[in-house]
Nanobody, 117 residues
Framework: QVQLAESGGGLVQSGGSLRLSCAAS????????MAWYRQAPGKERECVAG????????RYGYSAKDRVTLSREVAATTIFLQMNSLQPEDPAPYYC??????????WGQGTQVTISS
């Protein structure tokens, strides 16, 4: 199984930026996919961005695709989510997920993003 450790959330002013990190450990040799999800109160969970670990192909969700950039550091089995021009609709807990080649899913505990007006 893969364990995930997220960091980088916090309080930022509207229009500001944050960089989230997610470090994977454990059975990282079997990584297939990693992604960032968020779920604001009263809203459905949505995928913000993801990466097919085996190919490096990156995908973005619809709502924030122009303001986020996903990247990775392969040697550290870590992904990053750079978020710019943060808007009032962005505050939420952000969760890192990982899927292995044997279709086992792991979720991190989440890192909170909060916007101050």
């Amino acid at each position: 199984q893969v364990q995930l450790a997220e960091s980088g959330g916090g309080l930022v002013q509207s229009g500001g930026s944050l960089r989230l990190s997610c470090a994977a450990s454990g059975s990282t040799f079997s990584l297939y996919d990693m992604a960032w999800y968020r779920q604001a109160p009263g809203k459905e969970r949505e995928c913000v961005a993801g990466i097919r670990w085996t190919t490096g192909n990156i995908r973005y969700g619809y709502s924030a695709k122009d303001r986020v950039t996903l990247s990775r550091e392969v040697a550290a089995t870590t992904i990053f989510l750079q978020m710019n021009s943060l808007q009032p609709e962005d505050p939420a807990p952000y969760y890192c997920t990982a899927e292995t080649k044997s279709y086992v899913d792991s979720w991190g505990q989440g890192t909170q993003v909060t916007i101050s007006s």
